[in-house]
């Protein structure tokens, strides 16, 4: 009964590629500099790690779109 359903997608991002794509969208000129080196709440991260598990549901809306509609 209590089940995890992950979810995720369609599209798979940079964090700071998607922070960089708010700040445009919003009007604010500010810059963001991606550090891969830079923990994650202490952990060491690549770009799979926060990736979603096989099985997981994968929405139809990307970010810019949702976005866009908000």
Request: proline residues 6%; charged residues 15%; without cysteine.
């Amino acid at each position: 009964m209590n089940a995890t359903i992950e979810v995720a997608g369609p599209a798979a991002f940079r964090m700071h590629a998607l922070v960089g794509e708010y700040l445009e969208a919003t009007g604010d000129a500010r810059g963001v500099v991606g550090d891969a080196n830079v923990p994650y709440f202490g952990a060491t991260i690549d770009d799979t790690s926060l990736m979603p598990a096989p099985g997981a549901q994968i929405g139809t809306t990307d970010y810019r779109s949702w976005f866009a509609a908000r």
